[in-house]
């Protein structure tokens, strides 16, 4: 339990009936904690003792919030931390993702940061918050709000759209 004006930010998952079946019980799940310590990142609800992992101050270069956005979806937000060289990735479900997987679901966003990420989902980042958490206790780490980036797919049966200058009307007889 916090003070109610302690620097310390937590975020937590709504609770869910997928919580309860995964074993979880119905207590409170941290999904994002930074206090003195340093980052915690709670692991994703199915997955929650596997991948959670507290990343220490000393560890980290910078934290990074960004979300992507396919054409007629929701955007899909994310925090991820950009570690000093030399700091072994954080266990979490997109620690062994692909360069190339990286990149085309996150361009903007380098490769590590990616790896080291966890979905915003059943909660939500109060960056307000967040930046007063980390001035109070890592003035030295910086805190990156990228804004919403745009994936265009790419590939075979991607061709019609806005801006393909092709239409549906282009193959009706």
């Known amino acids: 339990m916090t003070v109610p004006h302690s620097p310390v930010y937590q975020a937590y998952y709504t609770r869910t009936p997928l919580q309860l ?3 979880l019980g119905w207590k409170r799940l941290m999904a994002f904690r930074a206090d003195e310590s340093g980052v915690t990142l709670g692991g994703p609800v199915t997955r929650y003792r596997r991948f959670t992992a507290l990343v220490p101050w000393r560890d980290i270069e910078a934290v990074v919030v960004w979300a992507t956005k396919k054409t007629m979806e929701r955007p899909i937000r994310r925090i991820g931390s950009k570690l000093r060289q030399g700091v072994p990735d954080v266990p979490g479900p997109d620690s062994t993702i692909s360069p190339q ?5 996150a361009p903007h966003i380098e490769y590590q940061v990616v790896r080291n990420n966890r979905v915003v ?5 109060d960056h307000t918050r967040l ?3 980390m001035q109070a206790f890592a003035p030295q780490v910086q805190l990156r709000v990228h804004p919403v ?3 265009v797919p790419q590939g075979p049966g ?3 759209g806005n801006s393909s200058g092709g239409s549906i009307f282009d193959i009706l007889p």
């Open 21 to 23: 079946f995964s074993g």
């Open 101 to 105: 997987t990286a990149a085309s679901a």
């Open 121 to 125: 989902v059943f909660w939500k980042v």
């Open 131 to 133: 930046a007063a958490a």
């Open 149 to 151: 980036h745009k994936v």
């Open 158 to 160: 991607t061709g019609l």
